[in-house]
């Protein structure tokens, strides 16, 4: 079956420390990948995503993650967070037609 | 701001009622998604329209339906409420079907059933 597992589901870290989010995928044929952060009280907004290419993708707010294919991860870093990270984090892999399958979240707790 | 909106913000209602959900995509988009999220089962993808037919379906309930119109909004019908069907829904939209595309995540509709 076609699934995304978030390895952790809760991370603390004190600011300015980095962080590693991580995010397996398994499927048989090649995705597209995404990570998606969700601030308290909002809706789900884009952090990066992976097509093709690169295996490193840049993202917004400092954001990077790291396609592996022979590991089938994706997981997400920061090198030093900020408490304005605090928030749940998504892995997500629309396998076809847009069914999007999303993991079962990672809350980012930052710490002062 | 994501452009995507949805109406109305909170809901309460009794078991047994039905309620309608609302989603306005952004502007030019062609795609829309509903999901449901609750703390038990996470988030997860209920339905899909593009362009006013339904694209892909997941772990819908046979009691919700959905529909886009020819406006491209969406509306989400949930009937016969039970307790558990208390959660956040969200829409989304994107441009087309594709799935490389991100999706853009409305704020959300939180219903409680009583």
């Known amino acids: 079956a076609q699934s995304v597992t978030q390895l952790d589901s809760q991370v603390p870290v004190f600011e300015e420390a980095p962080v590693e989010l991580r995010c397996n995928y398994s499927?048989?044929?090649?995705?597209?990948l995404f990570w998606y952060v969700q601030y308290p009280n909002q809706g789900l907004q884009l952090l990066l995503k992976?097509?093709?290419?690169?295996?490193l993708v840049k993202g917004i707010n400092g954001f990077e993650a790291e396609f592996n294919k022979s590991q089938t991860s994706f997981h997400l870093r920061k090198p030093s967070v900020h408490i304005s990270d605090t928030a749940e984090y998504f892995c997500?892999?629309?396998?076809?037609?847009?069914?999007?399958?999303f993991g079962d979240g990672t809350t980012l707790t930052v710490k002062p | 701001d994501s452009g995507v909106t949805q109406t109305p913000k909170h809901l309460i209602t009794a078991t047994g009622q039905r309620v309608t959900l609302r989603c306005s995509p952004r502007?030019?988009?062609?795609?829309v998604y509903w999901y449901q999220q609750s703390l038990d089962q996470g988030l997860q993808f209920l339905i899909q329209?593009?362009?006013?037919?339904?694209?892909a379906k997941g772990n819908i309930l046979e009691r919700f339906s959905a529909q886009q119109f020819p406006d491209l909004h969406s509306e989400l019908n949930l009937s016969s409420l039970e307790l558990g069907d208390s959660a956040l829904y969200f829409c989304?939209?994107?441009?087309?079907?594709?799935?490389?595309?991100?999706?853009?995540f409305g704020p959300g509709t939180r219903l409680t059933v009583t």
């Open positions: 989304a939209s994107s441009p087309t079907a594709e799935p490389a595309y991100e999706q853009y």
């Open positions: 499927s048989s044929v090649s995705v597209y």
């Open positions: 992976y097509l093709s290419g690169s295996t």
């Open positions: 997500a892999a629309p396998f076809n037609a847009g069914k999007s399958t």
């Open positions: 502007s030019g988009d062609l795609s």
């Open positions: 329209y593009y362009n006013g037919e339904e694209r």
